[in-house]
């Protein structure tokens, strides 16, 4: 056995072992992640935890997207119910079997940033994958066990099979698991005809679900914080100086000018995408690069949760799949990029003190104006590619 595949299978291994180890003793677990400065949230492992206990919920008679006793912080649930029934078939709210699982994700995780760094076999990437990872960002995500890390390891195996039909299933469960990797599905573009029907029944999926959806969206909170993405989180924290200060915007008009902040977002990606994009017959590049793949995935997930959602920082850690194809370019743009993304994955540092003063108010601007700098890049980018792959013309 070389040496890569020896480091492949035995570091993950290590790495996931010693976490698991580290989560059964609360001293350990609070002392470790203070080393990193990454806020601990109790217990180990606390976001899948609390589908554990909505399970229990369910399993009481409750419906926990609307009584939800057993989590801590009293919160409904707020995943798709996919994840009570996958919980109940294994036996998750089970002490042993929750930590067996933890243990496998968290090998997985590890794993497909190792193979990651020996697939793209770059100097660069990998002294920037490294950053990534001991970001405050990503280590909070591990802390956590946020299902976001679920869904980083489908979209890694969405982009790195080949046959189409393999990967199917596996898209499909990411829509299922949270919904967002929907914007993944241009990774099917070179087969026209398998991209529409995709896109289709995407939709028809959405639409069954439509209920649980709209419980998700009523029961998830929008923060309006340094340490978050999106525009409805944007749009959040400008309300909140707004309704403060006695500004334009109230609780009586604050949906419309949300709804008004989101329309303008899609109308300004708009107008970078079709910058690039082009109707009508053109010449196609034959070949869909690991590295086309690898953006198209994490710049589409990117770009529609900056649309649509309000996500904790710890969602940028998608990005690490845009690194492969950027670091490729001959220009000074790629290490603003790069270093605007690590800024923002260490955005936690900047988050604290009196969220109403000049002060916290610029420091959000700042960081805020980097996650959109992010966005407006990988827009432009996004619609390059898609416009070398993807050709739509309409017959007279």
Known sequence: MNFKRLTLFILPLIISSLIIILSNDIDLWKNFWKIFNVPVQLPPFSDLDSISRAL????????????????????????????????????LNDQINFRV??????????????????????????????????STSNLLLLERLNIEIIIIILVFFISIIKNDYLKLPIYFSAIFLKLYPIFAVFIFMKNKKLFFLIIFLSLILLAIIKDQIYLILKNSIEY??????????????????????????????YLNFKILFII???????????????????????????????????????????????????????????????????????????LILIICMNSIYFEGGNRYTIFYASKAFIVHLFKIIIFSYLCFYFSKIINTHLELKFKK
Request: proline share 3%; net charge positive; hydrophobic share 50%.
């Open 224 to 253: 309006a914080l340094i340490f978050v993405h999106g525009f409805p989180s944007i749009i959040k924290g400008i309300s909140y100086y707004s309704i403060r200060n006695d500004l334009l915007i109230n609780e009586n008009n």
């Open 56 to 91: 229990d919920a369910k399993l009481q008679g409750l419906d926990p997207y609307f009584d939800n006793p057993y989590d801590l912080s009293q919160k409904p649930y707020s995943y798709t119910s996919i994840w009570l029934t996958f919980f109940e078939l294994f036996r």
């Open 101 to 134: 699982f933890n243990f496998l994700i968290i090998y997985f995780y590890i794993f497909i940033f190792i193979k990651l760094s020996f697939k793209i076999n770059s100097n660069i990437f990998s002294i920037f994958l490294i950053i990534s990872f001991f």
């Open 264 to 338: 303008a977002a899609i109308v300004y990606t708009s107008l970078i995408f079709f910058y690039n994009f082009r109707l009508g017959k053109k010449n196609l590049k034959k070949e869909f690069t690991l590295e086309e793949k690898f953006f198209v995935c994490g710049a589409g997930i990117y770009i529609g949760k900056m649309l649509f959602f309000s996500n904790w920082d710890y969602g940028l850690i998608f990005l690490i799949f845009t690194l492969p194809y950027i670091i490729r370019f001959n220009n000074n743009y790629k290490y603003m990029y790069l």
